[in-house]
């Protein structure tokens, strides 16, 4: 039974049938929940004159709380589950496998796009599937939605 779930998430709302199918998932099993962005690494940001715009943990700490902010938004919309955040950076399988070591998931639950076939999955979803110690579990939104996103 999954108590720690994760759920790496882009920065795109997810398709309203995923979030209620993860509420769910969670109430049945009282779980919580670890909503988890993974963005790219920064540098300095530098102006085309060569001018320094902003330090590298300037950004940084800017674009955490932008994940944080859009990670919230979901957090509410699971309505009463318990949820905390997670914000890192680098190469996103790599960054979700070591989140889910350092929560101790019990399960990783990946939205996954409109491909029919798993094994056509490729990127980010196949390296997790494969080398995640938790169970993967991967999940479409309803067909209804699948067209709008």
């Known amino acids: 039974m999954a ?8 920065s795109t ?3 309203a ?3 209620e199918a993860l509420a769910g998932l969670a109430r049945g099993t009282d779980a919580t929940i670890r909503l988890l962005h993974v963005g790219p690494p920064h540098d300095n940001i530098v102006a085309d004159d060569g001018r320094l ?6 950004e940084t700490r800017r674009l955490d ?4 902010d859009f ?3 979901v957090a509410i ?4 589950v318990p949820v905390e955040l997670s914000v890192r950076f680098g190469d996103p399988a790599r960054e979700i496998l070591d989140e889910a070591d350092v929560f101790g998931a019990d399960l990783i639950v990946l939205g996954v796009g ?3 076939h798993f094994w056509a999955l490729g990127g980010v979803a196949e390296q997790v599937f494969r080398r995640a110690a938790a169970p993967v579990a991967l999940v479409r939104a309803a067909n209804h939605e699948r067209a709008a996103h």
């Open 3 to 10: 108590k720690r779930i994760l759920v790496p998430l882009k």
């Open 13 to 15: 709302e997810p398709p």
């Open 17 to 19: 049938s995923f979030v």
């Open 53 to 58: 715009v902003a330090y590298a943990d300037q």
């Open 65 to 68: 709380a932008e994940a944080r």
């Open 71 to 73: 990670m919230q938004v």
């Open 77 to 80: 919309a699971l309505d009463g």
């Open 114 to 116: 409109r491909r029919r």
